[in-house]
């Protein structure tokens, strides 16, 4: 989807058309998604929507994978990082429960609120933020170590790499805010 502001192109437009084209905007891209979540059975074999308190700029699956014995699912993790205007942003390890090969599907289930049937058993969907970490500013990219995958390495919004081992953290963040990385790299140039 292109959308272009004509504020920044017209030049000069008044702020009543630019906020009738935001709500314009708003009321596409509404559109647009419920077209393509109406058409996902048609394109996927199995969608979770979650809406995040604030966007990530990153997500990376951990490799680790959690099988629960009698359980119809696993439990994946997941790395992500928060970019917030105003508020101490976190780096993010969630975990998300899946529903294995052989989950039967729920047929008879029906989320009114969602307007959706379906369902696999006692399978959440939802994302589940477990560790929380202060980081300094938004974070542009977070990977973890291949070799380790409890280290990850975040970019952030100045030059400085931030290396985190998540199982040396508490789950909630310490709330005066305070950065606390394992390892802080510098040497880069631009920020990334």
């Keep these: 989807i292109l959308l272009l502001n004509r504020s920044l192109v017209g030049g000069g437009m008044s702020s009543s058309n630019d906020t009738f084209d935001e709500a314009s905007e708003e009321r596409i891209i509404n ?71 052989d989950a039967t599907f729920d047929a008879s289930h029906y989320d009114s609120d969602r307007a959706e049937f379906g369902g696999f058993g006692a399978v959440s969907g939802r994302i589940e933020v477990d560790i929380k970490i202060n980081h300094e500013g938004e974070v542009n990219r977070a990977r973890y170590m291949p070799q380790n995958s409890k280290i990850i390495a975040t970019k952030t919004p100045s030059t400085d790499v931030l290396v985190f081992d998540y199982t040396k953290h508490p789950s909630q963040p310490d709330p005066s805010g305070g950065c606390t990385p394992d390892l802080r790299l510098k040497g880069h140039t631009k920020e990334g």
């Design 31 to 101: 559109e647009e998604y419920k077209i393509w979540k109406k058409n996902t059975p048609f394109l996927y074999d199995m969608i979770m929507t979650h809406a995040l308190e604030w966007p990530s700029l990153t997500a990376q699956w951990l490799p680790d994978v959690t099988s629960h014995e009698g359980k119809q699912y696993s439990t994946h993790r997941l790395i992500l990082g928060t970019h917030t205007s105003d508020e101490h942003n976190h780096l993010l390890i969630a975990s998300v429960q899946i529903p294995s090969d």
